[in-house]
């Protein structure tokens, strides 16, 4: 399976700041996912990052708010803008590894104050 | 996207068995039933899939029973290190490698010595 290197692993930082998440595939991979996960919670689909085009955004997120980057089949880039407390969150990328499997990273847990 | 319904949480010992049950109604012709455990400060690894009858790895065993409108996880003689939270979830068939894991509550499983 995929092994995916995610950073950073954790970081605090100060509200209105933005973030940038980074997920670094090890072999070429079609699509790659980033997810939220609040404390205690479930995981949720951000959006789809598709090499080449435009990221696909699930309702309640928005381009303008966790801006996705794909330049390549390895890696991918979600922002977290203009942050709030309430964006506090683990931040996990993954991609489809095998038949039907998928690998995520470790996550980033992030803290705004 | 076919959702899923499973217990919140399950307590269980060392040595026991433990059985998972999870419920998705609305399952359509393609889909497949997938397993994923998390453990705290990780990202949701891939356990067991499988669409009917049973499925069984050196991990666990899946079974569905001939409607598919519920599975259950059986975990063989749980240790501690098995405490985790468990997903259940439904993957349509893709036409490209284009499934997108929408994941419900999970079941927050605490194996006691």
């Known amino acids: 399976s995929a092994v995916i290197s995610q950073k950073p692993s954790r970081d605090i930082c100060q509200r209105g700041t933005s973030l940038t998440i980074q997920c670094q595939v090890d072999?070429?991979?079609?699509?790659m996912f980033w997810y939220r996960q609040q404390p205690g919670q479930s995981l949720t689909l951000i959006a789809t990052?598709?090499?080449?085009?435009?990221?696909?955004?699930e309702s309640g997120f928005v381009i303008d708010k966790f801006p996705i980057s794909r330049p390549n089949l390895t890696f991918s880039t979600l922002t977290v803008s203009n942050m709030s407390p309430e964006d506090s969150s683990i931040y996990l990328c993954s991609v489809v590894t095998g038949v039907r499997g998928y690998t995520f990273g470790s996550g980033t847990r992030l803290t705004v104050v | 996207l076919a959702k899923t319904t499973q217990p919140i949480s399950m307590d269980s010992y060392e040595g026991q068995e433990v059985n998972i049950t999870c419920s998705h109604n609305n399952i359509a012709t393609n889909d497949y039933i997938t397993w994923y455990q998390q453990f705290p400060s990780q990202g949701p690894r891939f356990i067991i899939q499988?669409?009917?009858t049973k499925v069984t790895n050196e991990v666990a065993s899946l079974f569905i029973p001939a409607d598919r409108k519920s599975s259950t996880l059986s975990l063989p003689r749980v240790s501690l290190s098995d405490t985790a939270v468990y997903y259940c979830l439904v993957v349509e068939v893709p036409s490209q490698n284009t499934d997108k894991l929408i994941f419900g509550t999970g079941t927050r499983l605490q194996v006691f010595p």
């Open positions: 499988g669409y009917k």
């Open positions: 990052a598709n090499q080449g085009s435009e990221a696909t955004y």
């Open positions: 072999s070429q991979v079609t699509m």
